[in-house]
Structures are given as C-alpha cells and as structure tokens.
C-alpha cells in the first residue's frame, strides 16, 4: 500500500509541476490571427525604447477584391515578448498597403505594409508618446 501511495504522490507532483510551468510558457506563445484571405504573413514585433510591449493591441484594415468589395478587420494583443503574427491576408489590396496600428498607454506605432511586394515578412512597430497637438 505504502508504495502505491508514493507513486500517486509522485505523479501528482510530477503533474502539478507540469501544470505550473504552462503558464509560463503560454505567455511567450505566439498569437497567431488568421483573416483566412490570402497567403501572405506579417510577423510583428512591437517595441517602446527598445524593449518589447506586452499587451499592446495591434489593428489593421482590409479592403481587397474586386473595388476593395470585401472588407476584414483585424485586431489582436501581443505577447510577452511583444509579437504577434498575422497569416491568411491578401496579396492584392485595395490601396497599396496595409497600415497596422499599434498602442498602449497613451503610445502608439503604425506600419505600411505592402503584402504584394513581400507576402511574407517580419517588422517592428516603434511604440511612442503622439507629438503635441495630434490627436
């Protein structure tokens, strides 16, 4: 009886660390939005004075097809480690570029990014106070 008690008590344990250490690993996992419109892909990295933003909130607009008819909008957090990706967007927009909009605490980023030039890519949005007077 004694060692089927240890056993349990071991494998308990075991499961329980296991358990203690997902959270940490969770919050350096990738958020991955998909706008299920394409095959084109934009890994972000959002920073403010050099250092990764947690928790930033990161949109984008998009108007493609025919005249820009269909219309997707995107919004997604970043993790820990500041990033974020977004897969399934169109190669073909209706203006040029895609801008993402980034922010958090009165700090704010954008981006252009022109999937038709490079479908897959990786950039950074700089996070900074708005200068006086803008809004």
Same mark, same amino acid.
């Given at each position: 009886?004694?060692?089927?008690?240890l056993?349990?008590?071991?494998s308990?344990?075991?499961?329980?660390?296991?358990?203690?250490?997902?959270p940490?690993?969770?919050a350096h996992?990738?958020? =991955?939005?998909?706008?299920?419109?394409?095959?084109?892909?934009?890994?972000?990295? *959002?920073?403010?004075?050099? #250092?990764? =933003? %947690?928790?930033?909130s =990161? #949109?984008v607009?998009?108007? %493609?097809?025919?005249?820009?008819?269909?219309? $997707?909008?995107?919004?997604?957090?970043t993790? *820990?480690?500041? #990033?974020v990706k977004? =897969?399934?967007?169109?190669?073909? *927009?209706?203006?040029?570029?895609?801008?993402?909009r980034?922010?958090?605490?009165? $700090?704010?980023?954008?981006?252009?990014?022109?999937?038709?030039?490079?479908c897959?890519?990786?950039?950074?949005?700089? $996070?900074?106070?708005?200068?006086?007077?803008t #809004?």
């Amino acid at each position: 009886m004694n060692r089927i008690t240890l056993l349990f008590c071991l494998s308990l344990a075991s499961t329980l660390g296991a358990a203690q250490a997902t959270p940490a690993n969770d919050a350096h996992k990738i958020p =991955v939005i998909d706008g299920a419109a394409g095959s084109c892909s934009l890994d972000l990295t *959002v920073t403010a004075d050099s #250092k990764p =933003v %947690y928790a930033a909130s =990161v #949109k984008v607009h998009i108007a %493609y097809g025919f005249g820009g008819f269909h219309k $997707l909008d995107l919004e997604a957090a970043t993790n *820990v480690d500041g #990033k974020v990706k977004f =897969v399934g967007l169109p190669a073909k *927009v209706r203006r040029q570029s895609l801008e993402f909009r980034a922010s958090k605490d009165g $700090l704010s980023g954008t981006l252009d990014y022109d999937p038709g030039t490079r479908c897959q890519a990786t950039e950074e949005i700089r $996070l900074a106070a708005a200068p006086a007077g803008t #809004k």
